[in-house]
């Protein structure tokens, strides 16, 4: 009998100790006490590329169908590329002082870790802000950043490229 | 006028044109300084097509004895020196040395991924991870890729590498992942966006432009020109692959 009822303590035990965890991890909680991730602000942009309440349900989906485009089609818009995401919302920090995905302050592992959900992207795929590739240079009339970001020979004004980067890119 | 005249000025009108246009293809900047537009980019968010394959033209004669500038250029656009150690990173392209032993002549080509167009390490991938793209550049689909190393046996250029300990600090554009196969991609991400490939461009740099990159398919490019006019050998032909890459001298 009291090893049965031991174990009927279990999920509240489990229970507790994960409330206790809960608790350990740094959240902003909100005036209901209802424990929220610290979610790192963009580093640039006002709007991401849908809004913000879909991106969160749904951004997985997004980039899981675009990488599949890239990679098999070529297919390399703006609007859903990984790079894009990372050069909004990581800080771009001098060698050494990266926040990498290992830490909570890094935008993607902040959620994650609050949602318990592993993300496997950054096995290979790099979760800085992107760079150049070495051999890109502006004699060839290209400018410098990553292959991605090709506004070559454009007449447009800055204006115009801001709206059209908010906007999702060159279509 | 008779119409044979007619005839003879349009044909040097269009002569004089036609030297117009190579005039304005390529334009010296500076002495020893040559820009050379490149194929026009596809747009960003239109796929690609069979309508183009891509392929490179290997100029044995003047590749150098002892030049490895097209592997470092390499190895630097897709970051594969992590270790420092060429018997643990991965080896996209190498320097072949080859010596008749009986003239003794003897010259040297780099090898990589040939980009068959009919790739023998998609047809044995059970996941279908290897794959040909519709223009023919052969690619490791990572996402997929199981890490079972079946199309490195497959490969007869043995151009292929394993990716055996954890990597950092990947090139954004270049994802790449312990578990995984990986190989030459043509620098897809350059030639997506109407560059040519990093190997070429350092080989051009030093001044011995032995690799040309180009469109197989179409008739106006540098590298179906020189095809045409001189010819050219793909490595193991008897194979029945049609490599992309092809020799020249070999």
């Not at chain 1, 206790?20 to 006002?46: E, F, L, N, Y």
């Not at chain 2, 990597?167 to 954004?172: E, T």
Request: with cysteine; aromatic share 4%; proline share 6%.
């Amino acid at each position: 009998m009291v090893a049965v009822r031991s174990l009927w303590r279990l999920p509240a035990l489990l229970l507790a100790a994960g409330l206790a965890a809960a608790s350990m991890v740094p959240t902003a909680a909100r005036a209901d006490g209802v424990p929220r991730p610290d979610i790192p602000k963009a580093v640039k942009g006002k709007q991401c590329v849908l809004p913000t309440e879909d991106m969160r349900k749904n951004h997985m989906k997004y980039l899981l169908h675009h990488r599949d485009l890239t990679m098999h089609e070529g297919i390399r818009t703006k609007k859903f590329d990984l790079r894009e995401c990372l050069d909004c919302h990581v800080p771009k920090e001098p060698k050494g002082q990266e926040v990498h995905v290992t830490s909570k302050k890094h935008f993607c592992q902040a959620c994650h870790a609050y949602a318990g959900v592993k993300i496997d992207c950054f096995q290979c795929h790099s979760d800085q802000p992107s760079e150049q590739s070495p051999h890109f240079h502006t004699l060839s009339g290209r400018p410098i950043g990553h292959p991605g970001h090709k506004t070559v020979g454009t007449k447009l004004s800055a204006g115009e490229l801001e709206a059209m980067a908010v906007g999702g890119g060159v279509k | 006028m008779s119409e044979d005249q007619n005839n003879n000025t349009d044909l040097a009108r269009r002569r004089f044109m036609g030297g117009l246009a190579a005039a304005a293809a390529g334009t010296a900047v500076a002495p020893g300084i040559v820009l050379v537009a490149t194929a026009e980019a596809k747009p960003a968010g239109q796929a690609v097509t069979s309508k183009v394959r891509w392929g490179m033209l290997i100029d044995t004669t003047k590749c150098a004895d002892g030049c490895d500038a097209c592997v470092r250029a390499c190895n630097e656009e897709n970051g594969l020196t992590q270790h420092d150690d060429p018997l643990r990173d991965a080896q996209w392209i190498r320097k072949v040395e080859v010596k008749n032993p009986d003239t003794g002549y003897s010259h040297s080509f780099p090898v990589m991924c040939q980009h068959c167009a009919e790739p023998p390490c998609a047809d044995v991938c059970p996941t279908g991870a290897s794959f040909k793209r519709a223009d023919g550049i052969v690619l490791v689909d990572k996402h997929i890729c199981i890490g079972c190393r079946y199309c490195m046996m497959a490969c007869p250029y043995k151009a292929r590498s394993f990716v055996h300990e954890p990597l950092h600090d990947q090139k954004s554009y270049m994802p790449r992942g312990m578990g995984t196969v990986e190989s030459c991609t043509f620098c897809v991400h350059r030639v997506d966006n109407g560059e040519t490939t990093a190997c070429v461009e350092a080989c051009d740099r030093d001044g011995h432009k032995a690799l040309v990159f180009g469109d197989l398919k179409d008739p106006n490019s540098e590298i179906a020109q020189r095809l045409a006019a001189y010819g050219g050998t793909q490595i193991r032909k008897d194979l029945g692959l049609n490599p992309g890459v092809h020799y020249k001298g070999i």
